[in-house]
């Protein structure tokens, strides 16, 4: 059985005093079950205070991890700007994105790009979360199947075998992400089972391992159909993450 992802993606938002209070609330929820892992991928300057409450909790179990929202391609050096992996787990993270659509079409990460930094994360000892996804006009030429194959293969070409383990898939379209039209679920469990065919027909191995999480407009009122589809593993939240009440709404769908 895969076990249910679910991420808080803040983007470009967010201060201590935001994050000090969405981990108050968010707490009693996150040790209330195991059904779930939770991730906050706030900004980069958050993350040691993400840690510091963790460690400040003494040992509770918590379903909950954090991660970064992009990674560096290089280690070390000079790179101003850049955040490495091994920066990442020094304060913690477990995860980082990967090619999210904002990184590719506002600051030009093409393929190749996305394939160093996943690459860059793996072998920094984190789990990338892999986002793919067609833009409107991709989806209206029918182009969508080829478009995230592409991604997916090229992301991977580079790294030795894979297992379903070793990242996470994001499915999220463009079209849906940040606009208020999620995708449908019939849509995303198209989408999801097309990739996981792909990752079963590459080089990499354990496809019923690989958790796919869906992203692109979730709420509270939306976030259920996609949880029940077979091939949807988890959410990927934007703009709904950033209310603590909202997204414990998300999370209790899972439970
Ligand atoms: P959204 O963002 O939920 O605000 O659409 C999702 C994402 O980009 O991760």
């Not at 913690?92 to 990184?103: D, F, I, M, N, Q």
């Not at 990460?109 to 072998?123: G, H, M, P, Q, Y």
């Not at 019939?186 to 990752?199: K, T, V």
Request: hydrophobic share 40%; with cysteine.
């Amino acid at each position: 059985m895969r076990k249910p992802l679910l991420f808080a993606n803040w983007k470009l938002n967010g201060d201590r005093a935001a994050l000090s209070s969405w981990l108050s609330y968010m707490q009693p929820h996150l040790s209330a079950t195991d059904k779930t892992d939770v991730v906050l991928l706030p900004s980069y300057v958050l993350l040691s205070s993400v840690g510091q409450w963790a460690d400040s909790l003494e040992g509770a179990q918590l379903n909950f991890s954090w991660g970064g929202q992009n990674v560096s391609d290089q280690n070390t050096g000079a790179y101003s700007g850049e955040v490495s992996a091994t920066q990442l787990r020094d304060v913690g993270c477990t995860y980082t994105l990967v090619g999210h659509s904002e990184r590719r079409h506002v600051y030009g990460e093409d393929n190749r790009a996305v394939s160093l930094r996943l690459k860059c994360a793996l072998e920094g000892g984190l789990i990338p979360v892999l986002c793919v996804g067609e833009t409107q006009q991709q989806r209206e030429s029918g182009m969508t199947e080829e478009v995230l194959k592409e991604q997916l293969s090229t992301a991977i070409e580079s790294t030795s075998k894979l297992s379903g383990t070793d990242l996470v898939l994001a499915y999220e379209p463009v079209w849906a992400i940040g606009s208020g039209v999620a995708a449908t679920a019939e849509q995303a469990q198209n989408a999801h089972s097309y990739l996981r065919n792909i990752w079963a027909a590459s080089n990499a191995g354990d496809a019923d391992a690989l958790r796919i999480v869906y992203g692109g407009s979730v709420n509270a009122a939306n976030a259920g159909e996609f949880v029940a589809c077979a091939d949807v593993d988890g959410l990927l939240v934007g703009s709904a993450s950033l209310d603590a009440s909202e997204f414990a709404s998300i999370y209790a769908c899972f439970n």
